[in-house]
């Protein structure tokens, strides 16, 4: 099915030059995520491969913090930057309301206050972490580790974060699908040789005489784990609560009946990317704190907390996943702008009467449509990470879940475009035709 509807949409010229221009950007990212640092001592981060903070980050930027890349902070900073600016929105900050409601004009602005944060954020974040990195690291990650050598580190991974960012919005506006989801989407990807590399290292090379078969039982159930996942995953992204609405005015030749269509899992896979990078700034302070020598022994504590391998850090992680699929649910439906468009264009529920109380119904629908949602989300986000802890498997097992709904909803959605692209040239040329 989907390589039948790449090779139909390949067909189109329009469509070829978005995908091509995609691939193009994102072979400049890969090619930056392998572009160390200058000054940087990469190799001395080997012994830290399975400290939680780090795999989230490699997550989020594309294994490009692994080897403490130009691009290592990826996008990161650039989420952050717009969870903060979408929360001011709630009625918290005057002037990102007012221009919230100002459509393009203010949507730019935000977009615009977005950057500025951002520069802020990856400044901060990268010299906390170059100097945190710098302590724990098995040998020194900076030759020189002065004030100065900080501030240039910080000034290259900034500089990084912007060039990141700019290829995820030439992606947006010129390629196929959303550029900081594609940029992710990449690096995971990017990953996955890696990923079953240790898996093959670890269960089938590195094994005591007459335990061959425990492993390939083990790496049979892990298969199956993830074939389950995907299906259950992918049914879930893909299902839609569809509510009946009706129409007053009736048009010579128009339906009587239609349907608004709600997705059970609304906020996406945007509650998890939100989650991982708040999760990973708590841990980011934490490690610069201690690269201060200040050795207090409740920042170690802290640190346990935050890491979303303890069960207080996944509890953190699921609360946090949850907090934002209720948030981003409203963001991407808002009950007063459907129930004031139902009512403009002579729709309704049925069985419920337009303007407010069409609005309470939407909201409490999406609440519970939310709550379904998170609980999802948790779910497939943390059972990789308490297989591994029971089982003691790889920790690349540990942020497989993020992993792939990253990967199916980022899929999903490229295949909806590719329709949409077919569906608008059947409809062009149907307007030919006449």
Known sequence: MFFKLLFEALRLKNVRRKIFFTIFMILVFRIGAYITVPGVNATSLENMKDLPFLNMLNLI?????????????????????????QLLQMDIYPRFVEWSKQGEVGRRKLNQATRYISLVLAFIQSVSITAGFNILASSKLLANPNPRTFAMVGLILTTGTVIVTWLG????????GNGVSMIIFAGIIAQIPSAIKSIYNEYFVNIESGQMTNSFIYVGLLIFAVLI??????????AEYQIPIQYTKLVQGAPTSSYLPLKVNPAGVIPVIFASSITAAPSSIITFLQSTNINLPWLDNLQELFSYQSPTGMAIYAVLIALFSFFYTFVQVNPEKTAENLQKNAAYIPSVRPGRETEQYLSS???KLATIGSLFLAFIALIPIIAQQMFNLSSTVALGGTSLLILISTGIEGMKQLEGYLLKKKYVGFMNAE
């Open 229 to 238: 996942i995907v299906f259950f995953t992918t049914f879930v992204q893909q």
């Open 169 to 176: 919005d030439q992606i947006t506006d010129k390629g196929f």
């Open 365 to 367: 629908l999406l609440k």
């Open 61 to 85: 930027s594309g294994s490009a913090m692994g080897s403490f890349s130009i691009f290592a902070l990826g996008v990161s900073p650039y989420i952050t930057a717009s969870i903060v600016v």
